[in-house]
């Protein structure tokens, strides 16, 4: 094989891979998308002896094409994190492939392939979990346009989609070098049997779970309002705290009725600074507090700042700050709220925190590096955040709320947790405005309709701008409101109690990869003592 075709089989798979990350396009891309960059890695295995670093490079062209495809928008918000973002992850990308060919190279195909899978599928759990962690192209979130297709991640979570990605691409490799190498069609039929059996067999389970799953029904009426407020121009200046929460209680006010029960706002809707300490008598709370009084029955879930003030002698969290020039610690917060006409005023604290713009990894040990947080579009401290996946309750019923907030509906085991703590429904806090109209704000709805089928939890996704939208238990789009457009949505979601395998045991792929990555890595660590004695 050529140079030229290395190169150009490389940039292919990088334009496969970042297929279904655009608008409407189907995950099933996926299946051949690492092929032609499997074939360049067997035109090495097979020429050299040692592992050559050219390939290493290829592998960086094919990921760096798909990390640019797909999250370029990311320069709307930060042009220097977006591209750190990107040379990262390519990095760590081409790293992971690189030590697969390494394994191929002892330990022979069959170990080889299983190597790619696992070592794969143990990089993305390792990244869901990371303090540095940006999951989003993880390969089983490809196929979130595809919902009739996957209604069995209530099962397996994403990693499901990822094993299942990356078993195909294996098996389409060897049937295509099969036939490249020796034309001998009698060697190929079990692998295609094995093929369309591993596409197929989950496709059909799929499709009939889809079709047969019904709703128990147990409706609340819930309102989505989508203030439209500009985050670079209006939202943090040049509009006051007091318009931004007027133009969310008029366009509520508009569509609500006596029979709401929930009332959903975006992230951040309650700007300044909160004290947690008296959030009863906050100004926006009792504004809230007072225009329930139309809607009784109803509960205001919304975004805002808040900060907490230790006492002297008061336990600091790691992300506590000093007040400059005064002995005041404090914490400062992206906080949900549930208010309703009572004096109850229920506080969970966003805790999947986006690296740089809210937080700087291992802050422990790195808080030195807090000064350079403004410079990738962020603060300059790393915001509190809390242990538990923390529910809003209500005193006059069973029902529970997820608060989700923003990128916190990225990760699939960390939003189980809120299930296990009795959630019935999922409602997601989010301003998507800060990457313009990009496909960015589209792929993130979507990835709602995954976290919806994983849990069989109907959603209702407030966005400041971005897509406004109800999700029921299938992952269907029941009403949407799009981008750059101020107004509100209601409609009837069916609560659930009933908790999904995938709840129970969470991300147990990733742990399983773990466990066989080093097996496979002991393997291959034997087989090269003894080659090198020989």
Request: a positive charge.
């Amino acid at each position: 094989m050529l140079k030229k075709q290395h190169l150009s089989y490389a940039i292919i798979s990088g334009i496969l891979l970042s297929l279904p990350w655009l608008e409407r396009c189907s995950g099933i891309f996926l299946w051949v998308a690492f092929v032609p960059l499997l074939l360049v890695e067997d035109d090495y295995h097979s020429t050299f002896n040692k592992p050559k670093k050219e390939l290493f490079l290829y592998a960086s062209l094919t990921f760096l094409t798909w990390n640019i495809l797909t999250t370029w928008w990311l320069v709307n918000a930060t042009f220097v994190g977006a591209c750190a973002l990107i040379m990262m992850n390519t990095f760590l990308f081409s790293l992971v492939f690189w030590l697969y060919h390494i394994t191929r190279k002892i330990a022979g195909n069959i170990i080889g392939g299983v190597a790619l899978v696992a070592y794969w599928t143990a990089f993305e759990y390792f990244y869901l979990n990371a303090e540095i962690s940006w999951p989003w192209l993880n390969l089983g979130n490809g196929f979130a346009n595809d919902i009739r297709l996957i209604q069995w991640y209530e099962y397996t979570g994403t990693l499901g989609g990822t094993v299942w990605v990356l078993l195909a691409n294996v098996l389409i490799t060897a049937i295509a070098l099969e036939y490249i190498k020796h034309r001998n069609f009698n060697a190929l039929w079990k692998r295609l049997i094995a093929l369309s059996l591993l596409i197929l067999v989950p496709v059909i389970i799929s499709v009939k779970q889809y079709d047969n799953y019904s709703e128990k029904a147990n409706p609340y009426k819930i309102v989505v309002i989508q203030p439209n407020i500009d985050p670079y121009n209006d939202k943090f200046g040049g509009m006051s705290p007091d318009q931004q929460l007027n133009i969310i209680l008029q366009k509520a006010d508009s569509i609500g009725n006596k029979s709401v029960d929930y009332f959903v706002g975006p992230e951040t809707a309650i700007q300044g600074y909160n004290l947690e300490s008296e959030i009863n008598n906050n100004w926006a709370v009792n504004k809230i507090r007072t225009y329930l009084q139309h809607y009784p029955k109803a509960k205001f879930i919304i975004g805002s700042e808040t900060i907490k003030e230790y006492s002297p002698g008061e336990k600091l969290s790691g992300t506590a700050h000093k007040l400059r020039n005064t002995e005041v610690w404090y914490d400062n917060y992206n906080t949900a709220l549930q208010v309703d006409t009572t004096h109850i005023v229920q506080i969970y604290h966003k805790s999947q925190l986006v690296v740089g713009v809210e937080k700087i990894p291992y802050v422990k040990y790195l808080r030195f590096l807090e000064k350079y947080a403004f410079k990738f579009g962020g603060t300059f401290e790393s915001r509190g955040t809390q242990e538990d996946r923390g529910t809003f309750y209500s005193a006059n019923s069973k029902n529970r709320i997820a608060p989700v907030i923003c990128y916190e509906s990225v990760y699939g085991e960390y939003v189980t947790g809120y299930i296990k703590n009795g959630a019935n429904f999922i409602f997601i806090l989010t301003n998507d405005g800060w990457w313009g109209n990009t496909p960015g704000h589209f792929r993130h709805r979507s990835i709602s309709q995954l976290r919806a089928i994983e849990t069989r939890r109907s959603i209702a996704r407030s966005a400041n701008t971005g897509i406004s939208t109800f999700i029921n238990q299938r992952g269907d789009v029941l009403q949407t409101l799009g981008w750059w457009k101020r107004g509100a949505l209601i409609d009837n979601l069916n609560a659930n109690d009933k908790i999904t395998f995938y709840v129970c045991y969470g991300d147990y792929l990733g742990r399983l990869a773990y466990f066989v990555s080093a097996c496979i890595i002991l393997v291959t660590i034997i087989l090269f003592i003894k080659k090198r004695k020989k």
